[in-house]
C-alpha cells in the first residue's frame, strides 16, 4: 500500500509541562496494523499503527485517557477503535461514523463497548454529512453523546450555526473549526464559532490540530491568537486532541511533546488546564468525573 500521509514522529518528547492527573486526549485515530485489520485501499489510506504506538505516545506525554474517532469506512464497525477500547482498561472510547441506520443497527454493541459520540463531516470523502445533523440529534440527546462537526473551512459555520443553535445535543468543532491563521480574529466564521460558544452551552471547540492550519509553520506562532481568543470565552466549552497519527498532513510532522507544550503555554494556568484537559471531556465522552 502506498502511503501518502507523513505519520507520527516515533520518538515523542516528554513535555516540559505535566498535564493534570487523568488528562485526556480527545482526537486521535487507529489504522491498524494492517497486518491484523486489513483494509480496502479504495475506501482511505492512513498510517499503519497499533494500539502499542499509541499508548506508548500517551503515557510519555503523561496522558491517561483517549477518545478515537473512526477513521474511514469499515463497512460496518470500527473493529480497530473495538479493538484498543476493549484493551483499555477503560481508558479509551469511541466516536462513530455511521449513518443513523448502522448506529441504530449496532446500537447496543457501541452502548457496550463505550461509544460517546458520532461525526459529520464535509471534509472526509465518503463519510457522513452535515446534512444529517437534525435526523442525528434526537438519538444523540437521548443517548447523552456528541456530534462531531469536522468542516473543510470555517466559513461553513456561517450558515450551520441557525441550525446548531435549534439543537440542545452537545456539538463539538473539530480542529478548532478549521479556522486558518489567513481568516483573521474578526472573520465572519471565527465570530461566528465564538458566539456559539459564547452563547450557548450546548457546542463545544476541539483544539488539535492548529500545525496543519498555520501558515507560518512551526512553531505554529500564528494560531495563537485563534487559540487564546477561545480559552478566554469559554474554558468550560474546550477539549484538546493530539490527531495523533496525524494522517492527511502534508506537511513536516510535528513532535506530539512539543505540540502540547504549545498547548500548555496558552492555557497558562492550573485551573484552565484542569477544566480543558481532565474536567470537559469527562463530562462531554462518560469518563468518571475526578473526584
Partial sequence: MT????GPDWHPKRPKFQPPPLSCDTHAHLYGPYTRFPIDPAKGDGP???YEQY????????????????????GGIDQVTVDAIERSE??????????????????DFLVE??????RLSSFSPGAVRLDQLEAMAPLMEELGWATLIHLTDIEEIIELAPRIEKLSANIIFDHLARVRSHNTLDSPGFRTLLA????????????????????SGAPYDDMTPYARALIETRPDRLVWGTNWPHPNSYIATPNDGDL???????????????????????RLFGFETPA
Fill in 3 to 6: 502511503d501518502l500521509i507523513n
Fill in 48 to 50: 499503519d499503527t497499533s
Fill in 55 to 74: 499508548r506508548n505516545m500517551l503515557d510519555v506525554l503523561g496522558v491517561e485517557r483517549a477518545v478515537l474517532v473512526q477513521a474511514r469506512d469499515y
Fill in 90 to 107: 477503560g481508558r479509551i472510547r469511541g466516536i462513530a461514523a455511521m449513518p443513523r441506520d448502522a448506529i441504530e443497527r449496532h446500537l
Fill in 113 to 118: 463497548k463505550n461509544f460517546c459520540g458520532i
Fill in 196 to 215: 456559539l460558544l459564547r452563547d450557548t452551552d450546548h457546542c463545544w471547540a476541539k483544539i488539535c490540530s492548529w500545525y496543519r492550519l498555520s501558515r
Fill in 260 to 282: 502540547l507544550d504549545q498547548f500548555m503555554n496558552w492555557a497558562d494556568d492550573n485551573e484552565t488546564r484542569q477544566q480543558i484537559l481532565v474536567d470537559n471531556p469527562a
